[in-house]
Nanobody, 124 residues
């Protein structure tokens, strides 16, 4: 059972930055695709970004391209989401998720393991 723990959320003004962390219980990120999703009040959980450490590559939702960057530290088994130029519409609970089957999955139903989420609030 893979355990994921998010941190780094908070309240920030529009235009500001935050860095989210997703610490995994695994010794290495090898073999895993790790994604970030978000869910705003009254809305469904949507894809934000994904990274595949072993097979390489990243992918982003169009709404965050150029503003968010996903990266990983294999030695710490941690994945990060650097969020710059934040907008009020980025306000949501952000979740990290992991799965071992795919390359860069963007469908939340393809993920097996989820963290508990961290709140990000962007004020205007």
């Amino acid at each position: 059972q893979v355990q994921l723990v998010e941190s780094g959320g908070g309240l920030v003004q529009a235009g500001g930055s935050l860095r989210l962390s997703c610490a995994t219980s695994e010794r290495t990120l090898s073999g895993y695709a790790v994604g970030w999703f978000r869910q705003a009040p009254g809305k469904g959980r949507e894809f934000v970004a994904v990274i595949n450490w072993s097979r390489g590559g990243t992918d982003y939702a169009d709404s965050v391209k150029g503003r968010f960057t996903i990266s990983g530290d294999n030695a710490k088994s941690t994945v990060y989401l650097q969020m710059n130029n934040l907008k009020p519409e980025d306000t949501a609970v952000y979740y990290c998720a992991a799965q071992i089957r795919g390359w860069l999955p963007i469908d939340k139903n393809d993920y097996d393991y989820w963290g508990q989420g961290t709140q990000v609030t962007v004020s205007s």
